[in-house]
């Protein structure tokens, strides 16, 4: 049932009411508690979300720990127009990713991704992202349309970009968290950073992930959806100098599943709206399913297939071979950026990772046929790339342009084991014939963009992208004879068993035949992608821009044997955008909104056998269109509590049918396009009156209904689905440690998010067990509900400043262990920079706020001797009727006559507190939490006063003249 617009309707409301009651909340009072920005690098440079021209979702590494988020899969749960399935029903191996309404269906070296993966700007092209981990990000950015000039290869759908934690100078740092869970859930993770020195870190990361499974087989007990993860990532980070920083990294991954949680159910009573059954006796052919043709033959035996369906989504009988899969993933980046002056800028990107996969699969759900992709199967793929890449900024910062030069050689590969069809007239499921399927894909790219201030309001961005992809295929095949399913058939009274014979080879009497020598193919594909943007800025606070973009993937040919020769050309697509980016009321209330409109060109679909295929295969269908719309918003409504609501349609269909034959219409529902999806969250964080705070998160996501193919005849309709996520944690008032509860699923929706019909829409009822074989499709899910987990988390993280030099050390401000830091801003006689600041008696702004309430403040700084040197922190509120409760606190380096002699003194406005803090390194901090001030210097408590009457006001960090460094200023939000 497509309800779009009544969901539209609603989700649009939700949005409105999320954005009105944070405006409300926000003209009533007005805190100055401004969202903090969010900065990304999704144009191969940093800057504000709020000033990129694309439609991007950003995720920061404690935002996924409160989503519970440790699949990439959960990620389309909280972004909407992205999906994540699995398009075959055969398994966990493969990931179906669709942004926006673009995606693959179909697993083989032969076919490109829609949606791109890259790992530190290291290309990531494979299907197999089941066992990719959110392990120790600094955020994940979902760069949602085509990405074809700075992410070129194949990223037509859109991109999904991770950014580890890298090693910091500083000091050393850490943190353990331990869970434990339903289903036997238990987790361990653990970081730790590493300084050698002023130049040297190191940072390492490891976890280990297991639960059981959580659809029960009844015959044993046993559940299927099981996980086994062992994560480990090594960095060495190098910075000879101020120009150079050059980081390693190395990272590896390994899985042991059960192949996902698979489940037959009532095909035909559950799609019998949609799909036409065919008619027609028991027999064999191209045309018919396997489980036919296999009772055909054994129908009257202890081997007839008649599977057992209990008519719960989460049972299934169980009496198969449990199946297997063994994931490795290995990994290697070497990053090196060289900032040749303060302009221009040279980096260097190089990425290798290899993959390798072992699944058995049994999908069938049973051990006496061999049915319905019955096969073990050894596939992977090994990658090379190598990027450089040039940043310059020129005339004065009006203009900023990147280019580059990117080469890569990826060689996915496919290698039968067992893979038997039970469709042959003579063999019956006794004949194996295995196919090894081997690519090579040289990929070449060179790219530019620049960003041009044109007027002070205007700016414009003009890319291109220049790809080739050069392809070349090998299959070969080998037959090999089952002779103990030969000799069985004898003993039930049927016919003998025979096989055909290769070349005069017989797999009878030899065992094994080669059937098929290498065939070798090749081909070179080409693509110019452009890109175009304008924006404006209407105020200071709203942007608006218009964009025109490029997608390309390209062509290849399909990999079986009878379909070596059946090729399918690029698809491409160019798309439009209309976007807002806007904040209100003092940056409390953020709302950005992207209109995008796709035109599709050649696009492929897998399709069953057809006119043109044999076998399961590629074709370009024809052309189509997807129009859509984003809107994300986020409302700070008090000091505490944050809403957001995101909301994504889409309007996806066929223009034209180019190929009639593949069993696609105009009429034909897109895959994994679902006409609407909604996210809405709320965060409230409480501060406890004796120190600590706690946080409480509630998010639900909706998914509309979808289709897993574009084929009628072999899509799964997906019911329309809600999820709802809860955590609530506390974190000790040392911030050290915390501990938290949560629950995925918690309104124990049941739902699934993948699989398809291949062997029950294709093949005639067999007349002997018809509702068992007109019935026959795939759940496929190793995320499929209800995973209803209720864990108790427990972080435990330390932090220890480790001098590096016996001389002062200048860093840029750094984000450390939960710390944030924030932007500098001010005159020119106030920088970091090595040694001591101006003596100008002037005073400049380090760190200003619009706010006194709710923070956390570091400093590290050294004080010299000398007469009026220092820094203190000043709150300047001319509102308030008692401007004495808003407290100045120095610290000092006043005269020895004037302090007896003592050197420096802490002051807090009406009193003072003597403390000596000349000639060595200091840390002045300061908490200030609703009506509670604490100030301390190299841990003693110099200020402790509550005061309920004190007024909210501004913040600034000073220094005074005289020598005073500064190497390190740290600040949080409570």
């Known amino acids: ?124 092209g494979r299907a197999q992202t089941a066992f990719l981990r959110l392990l120790d990000v600094e955020r994940v950015e979902v760069l949602r349309g085509p990405q074809g000039t700075l992410f070129g290869k194949n990223s037509v759908g859109g991109a999904i970009r991770y950014v580890t934690q890298k090693p910091k100078f500083e000091q050393v740092d850490g943190y353990v968290q331990l869970g434990a869970g339903d289903y036997s859930r238990k987790e361990g993770r653990a970081a730790v950073n590493i300084p050698f020195s002023d130049t040297l870190a190191m940072r390492l990361t490891g976890a280990v992930i297991e639960r059981d499974g959580y659809v029960k087989r009844l015959s044993d007990g046993v559940g299927l959806g099981d996980e086994g993860t062992k994560f480990a990532m090594g960095q060495l980070r190098f910075a000879p100098t101020d120009a150079l920083d050059v980081n390693l990294k190395v990272d590896y991954t390994k899985r042991d599943t059960d192949d996902g949680a698979s489940k037959l159910f009532d095909y035909w009573r559950y799609n019998n709206t949609t799909d036409v059954q065919a008619g027609g006796a028991a027999g064999t052919g191209g045309g018919v399913g396997t489980t036919q043709a296999w009772n055909s033959y054994w129908g009257t035996t202890p081997r007839r297939y008649a599977p057992v369906i209990p008519d719960s989504l989460y049972q299934v009988a169980g009496t198969g071979e449990i199946p297997s899969l063994k994931n490795d993933s290995l990994g290697i980046a070497l990053d090196a950026t060289w900032k040749v002056s303060d302009t221009f800028s040279i980096r260097s990107i190089t990425g290798y990772r290899t993959v390798d996969a072992l699944g058995s699969r049994d999908p069938d759900d049973q051990a006496n046929a061999y049915t319905f992709f019955d096969d073990v199967i050894k596939d992977g793929s090994d990658f090379i790339s190598q990027e450089f890449q040039l940043n310059s900024t020129n005339l004065d910062g009006r203009l900023d342009w990147v280019g580059g030069f990117f080469f890569s050689v990826e060689e996915p590969f496919s290698i039968d084991i067992d893979d038997r069809d039970a469709r042959s007239t003579t063999s019956r499921g006794a004949l194996i014939l295995n196919d090894t399927a081997h690519q090579k894909t040289k990929s070449l790219g060179v790219y530019f963009q620049a960003d041009f201030q044109v007027l002070e309001k205007l700016g414009a961005t003009l890319g291109a992208r220049y790809s080739r992809d050069e392809k070349s295929y090998t299959l070969s095949q080998v037959a090999i004879w089952d002779a103990a399913l030969a000799a069985e058939a004898l003993t039930y009274g049927r016919p003998a068993l025979t096989a055909p014979t290769y070349n ?51 062509g290849g040919t399909n990999d079986s044997v009878a379909d070596i020769n059946t090729p399918f050309s690029p698809e491409e697509l160019w798309a439009y955008e209309l976007g807002a980016r806007t904040k209100f009321f003092n940056d409390r209330v953020q709302v950005n909104a992207t209109y995008f409109k796709s035109d599709y060109t050649n696009k492929q679909v897998t399709v069953a056998a057809s006119p043109n295929c044999a076998n399961r295969c590629t074709e370009n269908i024809g052309d189509a269109k997807i129009d859509g719309l984003e809107v994300d918003v986020l409302a700070q409504v008090t000091r505490g509590l944050q809403l957001s609501a995101s909301v994504g349609t889409l309007d996806a269909r066929w223009d034209k049918i180019t190929n009639a034959t593949g069993g696609v219409s105009l009429s034909s529902w897109f895959s994994r396009a679902p006409e609407l999806t909604y996210s809405l969250g709320a965060r409230y964080s409480h501060n406890l009156s004796g120190g600590g705070s706690i946080t409480a998160i509630a998010n639900m996501s909706y998914a509309d209904e ?19 996520t809860m955590r609530i944690a506390y974190v000790s008032p040392s911030g050290k440690w915390e501990g938290s509860v949560f629950c995925t699923n918690c309104a124990n929706e049941a739902y699934f998010t993948g699989g398809a019909a291949w062997a029950g829409s294709v093949g005639q009822c067999p007349p002997a067990v018809p509702e068992a074989m007109a019935a026959l499709g795939r759940v496929c899910s190793w995320h499929c509900g209800p995973v209803r987990v209720l864990a108790l988390m ?22 450390q262990s939960g710390w944030q830091a924030w932007n500098v801003v001010g005159d020119a006689n106030w920088r970091m920079e090595d040694g001591s600041a101006s003596a100008n008696s002037g005073t400049g702004f380090l760190i200003s706020r619009e706010t ?123």
């Open 794 to 815: 427990a972080c435990l993280s330390g932090c220890a400043s480790v001098p590096t030099s016996n001389q002062p050390v200048w860093t840029t401000l750094l984000d």
């Open 852 to 974: 006194y309430a709710d923070f956390d403040l570091r400093v590290e700084f050294w004080v010299d001797a000398e007469a009026n040197s220092g820094v203190f922190l000043r709150c300047e509120d001319p509102l308030s009727i008692t401007p004495a409760r808003c407290y100045e606190v120095n610290v000092f380096d006043s005269r020895p006559d004037l302090a007896n002699g003592t050197g420096s003194i802490v002051r807090v406005a009406p009193a003072s507190t003597k403390v000596t803090t000349s000639g060595q390194w200091n840390t002045f901090e300061i908490q200030a939490s609703g009506d509670h001030l604490l100030v301390t210097l190299n841990g003693v408590r110099v200020v402790d006063v509550r005061d309920p009457k004190r007024a909210s006001g501004h913040i600034a960090l000073q220094r005074a003249a005289g020598a005073v460094k500064i190497r390190k200023v740290q600040v949080r939000r409570l």
């Open 1 to 124: 049932m497509r309800n779009g617009t009544t969901s539209v309707a609603l989700a649009v409301s939700a949005v409105l009411a999320a954005t009105g009651t944070g405006i409300a909340v926000a003209q009533q009072a007005d805190d100055g508690l401004a969202l903090e920005e969010v900065i990304v690098t999704a144009q191969r440079k940093t800057e504000s979300l709020q000033d990129t021209p694309l439609s991007i979702i950003a995720f920061s590494g404690s935002r996924l720990e409160e989503l519970n988020a440790a699949d990439p899969m959960v990620l389309a749960n909280f972004t909407p127009n992205v999906s994540f399935g699995d398009g075959t029903g055969r398994g966990a191996n493969g990931s179906q990713i669709s942004i926006r309404g673009v995606s693959e269906a179909r697993v083989s070296p032969v076919l490109d991704p829609a949606v791109g993966i890259y790992i530190d700007d290291v290309y990531y």
């Open 706 to 724: 979808q289709a897993t193919s574009p084929q009628d005849s072999t899509t799964i309709f997906i019911p329309e689905y809600n999820l709802l």
């Open 504 to 554: 005069g080879c017989s797999p009878i009497t030899s065992g094994q035949c080669v059937s098929q020598a290498p065939i070798n193919g090749r081909d070179t594909f080409a693509s110019f992608t452009p890109r175009f943007a304008l924006t404006y800025d209407l105020t200071d606070d709203v942007m608006i821009y218009a964009s025109a973009s490029k997608g390309f993937k390209s």
